[in-house]
C-alpha cells in the first residue's frame, strides 16, 4: 500500500505561482507513475501531470503544457507540482495519484489516492 499526502494549497493572485508536495509512504515506488489530478466545483476530476518514478519521464496535457512542472525526489520520497501563470480556471482541489504508468495515469487509471489540498486563483 501506498500513502499520499499533499500540501502547498492556498490563495494565489492570477499571474502568481504556487508549488504543491505529495509525500508518499509505504512500499517502495519503484516502476510506477505518479501525477497530478484536480477537481474545480461541479466538474469532472481532470489529469494535470505524471512522472514515471524511476526515470522522470513526464506527460502532461496542453491545458498546463508550459505553465506546470512535475518533479520528484527520489531521496524524500516526495513529488512536486510547480504551477506558473496561475489562472482563475486552475482553481480546484489538487489531488496526488499513484498509478502503474504514464499511459494509465493519464486517463485517470489510479490505485491510489492523497485527500486533496485546495489551490484558489483569485482575478
Known amino acids: 500500500q501506498v500513502q499520499l499526502v499533499e500540501s502547498g494549497g492556498g490563495l494565489v493572485q492570477a499571474g502568481g505561482s504556487l508549488r504543491l508536495s505529495c509525500a508518499a509512504s509505504?512500499?517502495?515506488?519503484?516502476?510506477?507513475?505518479m501525477g497530478w489530478f484536480r477537481q474545480a466545483p461541479g466538474k469532472e476530476r481532470e489529469f494535470v501531470a505524471a512522472i514515471r518514478w524511476m526515470t522522470g519521464s513526464t506527460y502532461y496535457p496542453d491545458s498546463v503544457k508550459g505553465r506546470f512542472t512535475i518533479s520528484r525526489d527520489n531521496a524524500k520520497n516526495t513529488m512536486y507540482l510547480q504551477m506558473n501563470s496561475l489562472k482563475p480556471e486552475d482553481t480546484a482541489v489538487y489531488y496526488c495519484?499513484?498509478?502503474?504508468?504514464?499511459?494509465?495515469?493519464?486517463?485517470?487509471?489510479?490505485?491510489?489516492w492523497g485527500k486533496g489540498t485546495l489551490v484558489t486563483v483569485s482575478s
Open positions: 509505504g512500499r517502495t515506488l519503484g516502476n510506477s507513475a
Open positions: 495519484a499513484h498509478g502503474g504508468t504514464l499511459a494509465a495515469m493519464s486517463q485517470a487509471q489510479v490505485s491510489y
